[in-house]
């Protein structure tokens, strides 16, 4: 697992939208098409802003990019404003150029749940598998909805919200718990760790305890995204107030062995703005 830390998240965000577009740009030169995991929630917000732009002004496009999302409330249709279908189409999709048909999401609304998860992991695997999982982490360290205690090799399938994920998602209730539904459908730990490759993006200090957890204790189903400590090819790309709780020698461990990435990607890009 790479960690690669940045100053704060407006950078980290930008590094991993500048990451993501060159991946789908090199992929566009042998003309297949691109299949991306995409999260919701706060985290990713700023990666799709700066790929909004990076699309607006010429730099990349996303006609080729086949997408899935990682999870879905139950019982939201597509156009409740607290869904994950509205929040992708207000947030990214209606800004982009990808082919409306090539968009894959979950049904909150589907009345044989089971169905619907093994329908999704079929369309997954007709697509080629995920290139590339984007994703975000929950403060106790759940990747996806995939709450603590859940199998690390877990499928698509309907999962109960723990209080804390509730608590914390409230605020895009207006702040009232009781409109946070019970259950989501969402991919599994196994269907993350299938893709080639995985980017999680994880800031503030609310994240720095599940962090630590994932990065420096051992494989563990109460953090499920210390799943990627089995991953060959994954990224955790974070800002400084993330690390707060790891051991000041694993930091510079990682600032060391990614300083290359990070002076690169600097030059390229003309340093943080
Ligand atoms: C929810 C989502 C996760 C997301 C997490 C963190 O639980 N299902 O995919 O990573 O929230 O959200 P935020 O990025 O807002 O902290």
Same mark, same amino acid.
């Given at each position: 697992m790479r960690l690669i830390i940045h100053e704060n998240h407006e950078a980290a965000s930008r590094w991993a939208a500048h990451y993501i577009a060159g991946r789908i740009t090199a992929r566009q030169k042998n003309d297949k098409p691109f299949v991306l995991g995409l999260p919701t929630g706060s985290s990713p917000l700023e990666i799709y802003r700066e790929l909004i732009n990076m699309h607006k002004e010429g730099?990349?496009?996303? %006609?080729n990019v086949h997408t899935f999302n990682m999870d879905e409330y139950v &019982?939201? =249709?597509? $156009? !409740?404003? #607290?869904s994950y279908h509205h929040f992708m189409m207000e947030n990214f999709f209606n800004h982009i150029?990808? $082919? /409306? /048909? !090539?968009i894959h999401i979950l049904d909150g609304?589907?009345?044989?749940t089971e169905k619907e998860c093994r329908l999704y992991e079929e369309a997954i695997t007709a697509e080629g598998g995920i290139e590339l999982f984007l994703g975000g982490m929950g +403060?106790? &360290? !759940?990747? %996806?909805?995939?709450?603590? &205690? =859940? +199998?690390?090799r877990s499928r698509t399938r309907i999962k109960n919200l723990t209080e804390e994920t509730k608590i914390a998602n409230a605020r895009f209730f207006g &702040?009232?718990?009781?409109?946070?539904?019970?259950t989501a459908l969402t991919v599994g730990v196994g269907t993350v760790m299938d893709a080639r490759e995985v980017l999680i993006i994880v800031s503030g200090r609310s994240k720095a305890r599940a962090l630590q957890a994932v990065v420096?204790?051992?494989?563990n189903h109460m953090w499920t995204?210390?799943?990627? #400590?089995? !991953?060959?090819k994954a990224i955790i790309v974070c800002d400084?107030? %993330?690390?707060?709780?790891?051991r000041v020698r694993t930091v510079r461990y990682f600032k060391d062995i990614e300083k290359e990435t990070i002076g690169v990607y600097h030059r390229e890009t003309g340093g943080e703005r």
């Open positions: 730099k990349i496009s996303f %006609a &019982g939201l =249709s597509a $156009d !409740h404003p #607290q150029d990808i $082919d /409306r /048909r !090539h609304m589907a009345k044989d +403060s106790d &360290g !759940h990747i %996806a909805f995939n709450e603590p &205690g =859940s +199998s690390l &702040g009232d718990i009781s409109k946070v539904p019970s420096e204790e051992g494989l995204l210390s799943c990627l #400590q089995m !991953h060959p400084e107030d %993330a690390t707060e709780e790891l």
